[in-house]
């Protein structure tokens, strides 16, 4: 069962235990693109919305709600109308983030950052093979003073001599590095301004009460161009028909948009990672304001031309843009025939879309380190896989789920020293997933034209999965039962058992209905 619900606690909103608030995986495709890790179905619940938040998490919660309450369960109780006149709340908030402060990290300045180059450029090379072939750097032979040391061919001369083995020029040319301190805090991230506004309008009678709000969030992050807005709507009425009978019904819907860019190979478009293993003395302009590139930080030994890094032109031709719109509706039953007993029914309808959309144009870095890594050989030319232009991939997943959940609960206290309360009943549920990916590359934004990929044989076109589509269906039905007894206010007996049967448990009886149990004591 693990592997089926992962390492995730269960979210449960009004009763109705939601679908799709994992937390995606980390794996190799995604492993530098932590920026973008988020939930789902949960994430567009605006908090001014919520009364309580419960965490369960021993093993009576798992006996109540199944397997999947194995890692905990955080139960969302959202606000509702109370008898009375209307109450109208209207709220906003104003949040100013300041840029980062990193300077208690303690970076290399520039002058620090050459001086470790140049002692890093003294070790001998290192012979491998006893002469047999050329010997090797002990570190690699990269930066800006390996560079110049390489533009005069200098750098034997400076392993046998030092600094005074070095030409004037070169020795001009290194001193400036020193002379140049790129402040990458400053220039990569900004103040930040976030904007909350929230209202709602609340009250009822003794047969009618309500609770409706709107809110609407735009935050801006430290980051240019990284941003989220979200608007919320939640909609509750609860209807006492008479003394035994009360419906209600819920709406909670939400639009969220993000904003951010298309992370590379090496997460270098994270600013956060990028700040950290950028040179000091690296500028990213030359005077006239046109990109200079960074060969330094591209995972390679050698310099190669054709993969230079820029990170503010890779802002400029990288886009990432998701909007999510989900909707749950809660629609439940009550009927009350005394104090002792108590009949509850919920039917929960959920509904996510996500519609994302990523671009990376032909002048990024993304893309040239695409083109050059996948190049080969054919007719003694280089041929490049990838044609000239951009890619654009775009990506619409849907997830839906319909939960029908009826229990009773009897309670009743016996001269005055004897509680019992019991509580029985059965969740059905099912859930549908549907996801479309595809993928194009040689992509023209003014003419909204692909191009094709040019495939060296048949096993190199099936290795590149261009376009993706995955569905999914799972049915559930699942028993549960608990009870306690309580003497004299002191001592409490309980115990709690659960079935669970889907057609993820394979089509042999003896595993359709897996029971879980517990007992507790309590004095």
């Known amino acids: 069962l693990g592997d089926v619900y992962k390492r995730q606690p269960l979210w449960v909103l009004d009763g109705i235990p939601l679908e799709g608030t994992d937390i995606p995986e980390i794996n190799k495709d995604n492993d530098n693109d932590i920026v973008n890790m988020s939930q789902s179905s949960i994430a567009g619940l605006s908090p001014n919305d919520i009364e309580s938040i419960t965490i369960l998490k021993d093993a009576a919660a798992t006996a109540i709600y199944g397997a999947r309450a194995a890692n905990g369960v955080i139960v969302v109780t959202t606000k509702r109308g109370k008898t009375g006149k209307p109450v109208i709340n209207f709220n906003t908030k104003l949040t100013y983030t300041p840029n980062l402060n990193t300077s208690r990290l303690n970076l290399l300045n520039s002058e620090e950052k050459v001086d470790l180059e140049l002692q890093l450029l003294k070790e001998a090379r290192f012979d491998i093979l006893w002469g047999l072939t050329d010997p090797i750097p002990v570190f690699p032979e990269k930066g800006k003073v390996a560079a110049i040391m390489k533009q005069y061919n200098l750098i034997d001369i400076y392993k046998e001599q030092g600094w005074n083995g070095l030409t004037p020029e070169a020795q001009n040319a290194i001193n400036k590095l020193k002379t140049i301190n790129t402040d990458w805090n400053d220039i990569l991230f900004r103040d930040a301004f976030t904007q909350e506004y929230n209202f709602s309008i609340s009250g009822g009678s003794e047969k009618v009460t309500y609770y409706n709000s709107l809110g609407y969030v735009k935050e801006n992050g430290n980051v240019p161009g990284v941003s989220m807005s979200r608007f919320n709507l939640t909609s509750k009425t609860s209807y006492q028909i008479n003394k035994i009978l009360k419906i209600g019904m819920s709406i909670f819907a939400n639009r969220r948009k993000n904003n951010t860019f298309m992370t590379d190979t090496y997460g270098l478009i994270n600013p956060i990672y990028y700040s950290r293993i950028a040179n000091p003395y690296f500028a990213p ?163 909204l034209t692909f191009q094709n990929l040019i495939f060296k044989d048949e096993a190199q076109a099936n290795d590149w999965n261009l376009k993706t589509k995955s569905y999914k269906e799972n049915a559930f039905a699942s028993f549960f039962a608990n009870g306690s007894y309580t003497l004299m206010n002191r001592y409490t007996l309980g115990g709690s058992v659960r079935m669970d049967g889907s057609d993820l448990f394979g089509v042999d009886k003896k595993y359709r209905f897996l029971p879980i149990y517990s007992v507790s004591g309590l004095w």
Not at 297 to 323: L, Y
Not at 366 to 390: A, F, S
Not at 425 to 437: C, H, L, P, T, Y
């Open 285 to 447: 302009f030359d005077e006239q304001g046109n990109y200079l590139y960074d060969y330094d930080v591209v995972r390679s030994n050698e310099t190669d031309e054709k993969q230079g890094f820029n990170i503010f032109e890779e802002r400029a031709n990288t886009n990432k843009e998701s909007v999510t719109t989900a909707i749950n509706s809660i629609f439940d039953v009550q009927l009350r025939f005394n104090d002792q007993w108590k009949v509850y029914s919920q039917i929960g309808v959920q509904w996510d879309q996500l519609s994302q959309e990523e671009y990376a144009g032909i002048n990024s870095y993304n893309i040239r380190n695409i083109r050059e890594t996948n190049k080969y050989w054919k007719d003694g030319v280089h041929t490049y896989l990838i044609p000239e232009g951009g890619m654009l991939k775009t990506t619409n997943s849907t997830t839906s789920q319909l939960t029908w959940k009826i229990q009773g609960e009897y309670k009743n206290t016996f001269g005055d020293i004897h509680d019992i309360q019991i509580m029985a009943g059965s969740e059905i549920r099912k859930n549908w997933v549907d996801n479309q990916a595809s993928t194009g590359y040689g992509y023209d934004p003014k003419k």
